[in-house]
T-cell receptor, first 109, second 118 residues
Framework: KQEVTQIPAALSVPEGENLVLNCSFTDSAIYNLQWFRQDPGKGLTSLLLIQSSQREQTSGRLNASLDKSSGRSTLYIAASQPGDSATYLC????????FGRGTSLIVHP | GAVVSQHPSRVICKSGTSVKIECRSLDFQATTMFWYRQFPKQSLMLMATSNEGSKATYEQGVEKDKFLINHASLTLSTLTVTSAHPEDSSFYIC??????????????FGPGTRLTVL
């Protein structure tokens, strides 16, 4: 059974820092991996989708990498801003999607 | 494009009543919809996979008779929480997979429904 772990569970940083969020998974037989953002009480907003054949995807200040063989993905956030404060979830797509518990990020001014 | 809506966004009900949550794909057809629930500070947990025109596939530990799922059309799936109790209070989110796209494409998520059972 696929297990997805996200580290760290929580992160509090000053504005402007570059951040790395980690996601690891136990079964490398995946179709893709997706990073989401969730604001308190809200639904999910898709940030980046990496297909299993890809190594990374970029969108603005966000960059996600995928190393399928080692079962890892990282989400890099450049020049963090208070508006980036949210919970970040990674979801691994095999036959069914499996989510990590998320990293709760607080960026303070 | 690829918008998924959920209704209602928030519902409060008395213990013992049934609550229906709708998930609609507004501008695409979805052969498969997924239902998740999320407890505070917990991960999203898949409850069931709903395929249009067939019975839903429930994850282990999810009661079929309590969480009734109907996927009657390519744009609508409903989750009915029957005889709701306070422990059913949670955040319920649906997602939809585009009919014309393969597994490698993204899922589209609804905004979620917060259920509070008094």
């Amino acid at each position: 059974k696929q297990e997805v772990t996200q580290i760290p569970a929580a992160l509090s940083v000053p504005e402007g820092e570059n951040l790395v969020l980690n996601c690891s998974f136990t079964d490398s037989a995946i179709y893709n991996l997706q990073w989401f953002r969730q604001d308190p009480g809200k639904g999910l907003t898709s940030l980046l989708l990496i297909q299993s054949s890809q190594r990374e995807q970029t969108s603005g200040r966000l960059n996600a990498s995928l190393d399928k063989s080692s079962g890892r993905s990282t989400l890099y956030i450049a020049a963090s801003q208070p508006g980036d404060s949210a919970t970040y979830l990674c979801a691994v797509r095999g036959d069914i999607p499996t989510f990590g518990r998320g990293t709760s990020l607080i960026v303070h001014p | 494009g690829a918008v998924v809506s959920q209704h209602p966004s928030r519902v409060i009900c008395k213990s013992g009543t049934s609550v229906k949550i709708e998930c609609r794909s507004l501008d695409f057809q979805a052969t498969t919809m997924f239902w998740y629930r999320q407890f505070p500070k917990q991960s999203l947990m898949l409850m069931a996979t709903s395929n249009e025109g067939s019975k839903a596939t429930y994850e282990q530990g999810v009661e079929k008779d309590k969480f009734l799922i109907n996927h009657a059309s390519l744009t609508l799936s409903t989750l009915t929480v029957t005889s709701a109790h306070p422990e059913d209070s949670s955040f319920y989110i649906c997602s939809a997979r585009h009919k014309l796209r393969t597994l490698t494409d993204t899922q589209y998520f609804g905004p979620g429904t917060r259920l509070t059972v008094l």
